[in-house]
C-alpha cells in the first residue's frame, strides 16, 4: 500500500516533466498555447499537441497532406499558421472541428482549388490567407459561411475572374497578380471594404460602377495593369488615402478633372506612367499628401529650363511640389538629365 502511494507520487512528480518531453521533434512547445515547428522536416502535422494549444505554427515543414484527424485534438486553435508547404489539396471536414480559428495562413502552398467545403464553419475567421498557390478555382459559395472574414489574400494565383463575394465585413483584398482581365460590377459585395489590391491583373478600364457611392475605400492598389486612362471612378473615391496607379504604361495624361475629388488622398504612386509632364498645379488637389511617388518619367519633373547643377541640389522644386514632405521620393537622376526629352 505504501509503495503504490509513493508510486503515484512519483508519477504524478513526473507528470508535468513527461508532458513537456512530449512536445514533438522538431517543434518548441515552451508556452503550452504557443506551438512552433518552423522548418520542422515531417509530410505531415504533428501529433500529440496539448488540446490547450492557440496557436500552431507549422510553416515551412514540406507537409503534402492533411488528414481529417490533423486538427482533432486541437479544439481551442485561434491561428493555424501552415504556409510554405507543399500541400496541393484540403479534402472536405479538414477545418471544421476548429471552430475557433481566427486566423489561416495557406500561402505558398499547391492548392489549386477551394471548394465550397474547404472552409466550411469557421464562423469565427478573420484572417484568410491563401495567396501564393495555384488557385485556378474557387466555388461560388465556398466563402458564404465566413460571415467574419476581415482580410482575403489571393493575390499570386491563377484566377481568371474575381470569385463570388458575399462578406459584407470584409475589410482587405487582396486579388493581384492573377489573370482577370476585366472585373465584372456587382462581383464585388464587399461593401464595406477599406483595401482593395488588384495590380497586375491585365485590366484595361474599371467599371464606374464597381464601388458603390457610399463606399469607404481608403486604399487601391491598381498598378502594372494595362489601363489606358486614369480610371473615371476615381472621382467617386473621396475617401481614399494611398492610390498607386504606378506601371500602367498606357496612360498618357493625368487629367485634372480626374483627381479633384482626392482631397483625402496622402499617398500617391504616379511611376512609370507614360507620362511626360505632371500638371504645374497638380499637388494642389491633395491638401494632405505626404508623398508622392514618380519615379521613372522621361522628363516629368524637368517641364522649365534648369540649370543641371541646381537640378542635382534639389531635384524637386519646391514650388512644384508644394505640399509633399521632403522625403518625397525623387524622379530617378536620368529623367533630369541634360539630354532628356522634355
Ligand atoms: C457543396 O456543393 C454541393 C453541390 O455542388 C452540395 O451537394 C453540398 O451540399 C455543398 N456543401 C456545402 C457544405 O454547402
Same mark, same amino acid.
Given at each position: ?60 515543414? !514540406?507537409? &503534402?497532406? =492533411?488528414? @481529417?484527424?490533423? #486538427?482533432?485534438?486541437?479544439?481551442? %486553435?485561434?491561428? $493555424? /499558421?501552415? +504556409?510554405? *508547404? ?115 491583373? !491585365?485590366? &484595361?478600364? =474599371?467599371? @464606374?460602377?464597381? #464601388?458603390?457611392?457610399?463606399?469607404? %475605400?481608403?486604399? $487601391? /492598389?491598381? +498598378?502594372? *495593369? ?117
Amino acid at each position: 500500500m505504501n509503495q503504490l502511494v509513493r508510486c503515484t507520487l512519483l508519477l504524478l512528480l513526473l507528470l508535468p516533466g513527461q508532458m513537456a518531453r512530449a512536445c514533438p521533434t522538431g517543434c518548441q512547445c515552451q508556452d503550452p498555447t504557443t506551438i512552433l515547428c518552423a522548418a520542422r522536416r515531417g509530410h505531415t502535422v504533428p501529433r500529440g499537441l496539448p488540446p490547450s494549444t492557440l496557436s500552431l505554427y507549422v510553416f515551412e515543414n !514540406g507537409i &503534402t497532406m =492533411l488528414s @481529417e484527424d490533423s #486538427f482533432a485534438g486541437l479544439p481551442a %486553435l485561434q491561428l $493555424l /499558421d501552415l +504556409s510554405q *508547404n507543399k500541400i496541393t489539396s484540403i479534402q472536405k471536414n479538414i477545418f471544421q472541428s476548429l471552430t475557433e480559428l481566427v486566423n489561416l495562413d495557406l500561402s505558398s502552398n499547391q492548392l489549386q482549388e477551394i471548394t465550397n467545403e474547404t472552409f466550411h464553419g469557421l464562423r469565427l475567421l478573420e484572417r484568410l490567407y491563401l495567396q501564393k498557390n495555384r488557385i485556378q478555382h474557387i466555388h461560388a459559395t465556398a466563402f458564404d459561411t465566413l460571415e467574419n472574414l476581415l482580410e482575403l489574400k489571393l493575390q499570386n494565383n491563377q484566377l481568371r475572374a474575381v470569385p463570388p463575394l458575399d462578406l459584407p465585413n470584409l475589410l482587405l483584398l487582396d486579388i493581384s497578380w492573377n489573370k482577370i482581365p476585366s472585373i465584372v460590377p456587382g462581383t464585388l459585395h464587399a461593401i464595406n471594404i477599406e483595401s482593395l489590391k488588384i495590380a497586375g491583373l !491585365g485590366l &484595361t478600364s =474599371l467599371d @464606374e460602377e464597381l #464601388f458603390q457611392p457610399q463606399n469607404n %475605400l481608403h486604399e $487601391l /492598389d491598381v +498598378s502594372d *495593369n494595362l489601363l489606358e486612362r486614369v480610371p473615371v471612378v476615381l472621382r467617386r473615391l473621396g475617401s481614399l488615402t494611398k492610390l498607386s496607379l504606378a506601371g500602367n504604361a498606357h496612360i498618357s495624361q493625368l487629367p485634372p478633372e480626374d483627381f479633384r475629388g482626392l482631397h483625402n488622398l496622402q499617398e500617391l504612386d504616379i511611376s512609370n506612367l507614360n507620362i511626360n509632364t505632371i500638371p504645374r498645379d497638380f499637388s494642389r488637389f491633395f491638401p494632405r499628401l505626404r508623398a508622392m511617388t514618380a519615379s521613372g518619367f522621361a522628363g516629368a519633373f524637368c517641364e522649365e529650363e534648369e540649370e543641371e547643377e541646381e537640378e542635382e541640389e534639389s531635384p524637386l522644386a519646391p514650388h512644384r511640389c508644394p505640399s509633399a514632405s521632403p522625403q518625397l521620393p525623387a524622379a530617378p537622376r536620368r529623367s533630369c538629365a541634360p539630354h532628356a526629352r522634355v
